[in-house]
């Protein structure tokens, strides 16, 4: 749980008045990436022996993975009973995404399902939007989240959710003036700081233009192509019929494009399998659960920067993850492109 090592100790620089930026822990040196605003709920962590606290993390993880299932199953519209969805939970274990998170004591689950809860409420509801602002403002990427709102007409989710995030930033700057100051004018444009793009252990759209061409940098060789994948992916969500379907199209994007995901932040395949079962496609929701759960990123050889030296056979092993999102972008522009054939044109007009 090395994570949740770095989680505590971003408590207790809280807590005690520490750089929250200039510290490193465990074997691996490894430093806060979050804003301050998370490093501040963060503090109850510090108060807790490590022992304990990755029990609670655990138990915590477990419960929260029961929780995803039902939001999927929510967001699917195909509610489940409880013996489903203890065997649901189970089975969502073996999803290696779903594993990692438990392993390193990450917080992709609590996140996920702040943003589900959220976008998966009663369009009306007056304040949907705000957890999702919180979660963004404990960890970026669910900002995409907020975009998608706003290209989707819903403009006053889209606007309670940017309050909402605008109110941890400002909160973070309150209680950690310093601290704020140095991460959204420094440490939030060092991604080396996060790790090596590169690896294996990164399932994003540079990780596999970095593996590919053998460059560590790739530039704009990543960059270009992001830039479309970001437009297609919202732009795909935006003219979602489903809600559901949106929702996963701009989870599957912000994977894509953000320059690290490591493969325990694919934690929304649980809802995409979810949303394949719904849809009566079980032989790719099979296929996809078979990719979450093969490991294949771990099987090919990857010490030291063995990742930058792959032949060409093994770069779909070392990059499933963003290989089948590129697909699935790549199918839903296919079936929108298509025309309606005029039968259905003449029918959905007699319903009108």
Known sequence: ????????????????????????????????????????????????????????FLAGNALLLAGLVALSARLASRPLSLPLLCTATALAL???PVFQTLLFGQINLAIACLVLWDLTRA???????????????????????I????????????????????ATVLLGALLLPSASAEFWTRRLYETGRVGKPWIVDNQSLQGLVARALHDPAPGLAWALPAVAVAAA????????????????????????????????HWVWCVPLIALLLARSRPRLAALTAALFTARTLWLIPHA???????????????????????????????AVAQPVPPARISSASTIR
Not at 13 to 21: I, K, M, P, R, T
Not at 123 to 145: E, H, N, V
């Open 123 to 145: 369009p009306r509801t007056r304040t949907r939007g705000l957890a999702l602002g919180l979660a963004a403002g404990i960890k970026l990427t669910p900002a995409i989240f």
């Open 94 to 96: 073996w999803l290696e």
């Open 233 to 264: 992916g919202l732009g795909l969500a935006a003219r979602a019929r489903e809600d559901g379907h949106g929702i996963l199209l701009t989870a599957l994007t912000a994977l894509l494009v953000s320059p690290i995901s490591w493969s325990h």
């Open 1 to 56: 749980m090395a994570d949740l090592l770095v989680y505590r100790a971003e408590g207790a620089a809280v807590a005690h008045g520490g750089d929250l930026y200039g510290f490193t822990v465990t074997e691996w040196r490894l430093p806060a990436t979050y804003p301050p605003f998370a490093a501040v709920l963060f503090v109850p962590t510090a108060w807790i022996p490590v022992a304990a606290l990755k029990a609670v």
């Open 304 to 334: 030291g920067d063995r990742d930058l030296h792959l032949p060409w056979w093994q770069q779909p092993l070392a990059a499933p993850y963003p290989l089948l999102a590129l697909a699935l972008l790549a199918g839903t522009a296919l």
């Open 147 to 166: 975009a998608h709102l706003f290209l989707s007409g819903r403009r006053r989710e889209a606007a309670t959710a940017t309050a909402a995030f605008t």
